[in-house]
């Protein structure tokens, strides 16, 4: 039977993304996003809940992240759970951390919202989709048409 680690988040960053470089060169990218949940309480007062979320992003995602994602901004964000483990060199206990490992990131909102610059005029979306996945890609088919300029989302 087939299992299924699939995460899907829109919110906004609790601060910039903070980018680092592996020993071997590799970008790698740590991220808080914050999602809210509005509900109705017992005595039928609105109630906000906030969660927050680790992300990790490698790759050219963690440098897209590093240049366009700021404090506030709206993200779409897909990836899958992972939980690492570390010996806490104080008490001698094993800590767990969860956090998504993202594959997919999209900018959301409006000029100035999620820090990008909209420069080209076009809609103010910009996009990162499963082209920049961490899995191996799939070869085009050969009679793939050329991208113009027509086909590019921003």
């Known amino acids: 039977m087939k299992s299924v680690n699939k995460v899907i988040l829109i919110g906004n ?5 903070e980018v ?6 590799l970008p790698v990218a740590r991220l808080t996003l914050a999602t ?17 979320h680790n992300v990790v992003l ?5 440098e897209i992240a ?16 992972q939980t690492r483990s570390w010996d806490d060199k104080n008490t001698n206990q094993k800590k767990y951390m969860t956090e998504v490992v993202a ?3 999209v900018l959301l909102g409006g000029r100035g919202e999620s820090g990008a ?20 890609a799939e070869p085009e088919p050969a009679a793939a048409s050329p991208i113009t ?6």
Request: charged share 35%; no cysteine.
């Open 13 to 17: 960053l609790g601060k910039d993304p």
């Open 20 to 25: 680092k470089y592996t020993q071997s060169g």
């Open 36 to 52: 809210n949940e509005r509900f109705k309480d017992k005595s039928g007062e609105w109630q906000d809940r906030t969660e927050w």
């Open 58 to 62: 490698w790759q050219r995602l963690a």
């Open 66 to 81: 590093g240049e366009y994602l700021k404090k506030g901004g709206k993200v779409y964000i897909e990836g899958r759970l």
């Open 103 to 105: 594959n997919d990131l």
């Open 117 to 136: 610059d909209d420069s080209g005029g076009g809609r103010a979306r910009a996009a990162v989709t499963n082209s920049f996945d961490q899995r191996t």
């Open 149 to 154: 300029d027509e086909d590019i989302p921003f």
